[in-house]
């Protein structure tokens, strides 16, 4: 592939990545207006084309320190993804290993 075909490839990239951006912006402003809209203390709502839903999240922001006050610190034991990194750059053959291979692109801006 010469080197116009491929920056004409990299452009249409961040050309659709803009734009999917910009879908994406609209899509959460949407949702906005729908949330605002749905019937308060109400779960579902249809319409002849649509089930709408209310969801509910809670995130948590609490520290260790926080949640071991409320007894709520629990102790796991976890796969060292850095150790097993490690071995499989060596070599060793790991069960339930899988490769993906896929291209980053980030334009290069002139710095002013």
């Given at each position: 592939?010469?080197?116009?075909?491929?920056?004409?490839?990299?452009?249409?990239?961040?050309?659709?990545?803009?734009?999917?951006?910009?879908?994406?912006?609209?899509?959460?402003?949407?949702?906005?207006h729908l949330l605002t809209a749905?019937?308060?203390?109400?779960?579902k709502y249809t319409t002849p084309?649509?089930?709408?839903?209310?969801?509910?999240?809670?995130?948590?922001?609490?520290?260790?320190?926080?949640?071991?006050?409320?007894?709520?610190?629990?102790?796991?034991?976890?796969?060292?993804?850095?150790?097993?990194?490690?071995?499989?750059?060596?070599?060793?053959?790991?069960?339930g290993v899988t490769h993906t291979?896929?291209?980053?692109?980030?334009?290069?801006?002139?710095?002013?």
């Amino acid at each position: 592939m010469d080197i116009n075909s491929l920056e004409a490839l990299l452009r249409a990239h961040k050309e659709l990545s803009n734009q999917i951006r910009e879908l994406e912006d609209q899509k959460k402003e949407i949702a906005k207006h729908l949330l605002t809209a749905f019937p308060p203390g109400i779960k579902k709502y249809t319409t002849p084309g649509f089930n709408v839903f209310r969801q509910e999240r809670v995130n948590f922001k609490t520290t260790i320190e926080e949640a071991r006050l409320f007894h709520a610190v629990k102790v796991e034991e976890i796969v060292d993804k850095i150790k097993l990194t490690s071995l499989h750059a060596s070599g060793t053959k790991i069960p339930g290993v899988t490769h993906t291979e896929y291209v980053l692109v980030r334009e290069i801006t002139k710095k002013q």
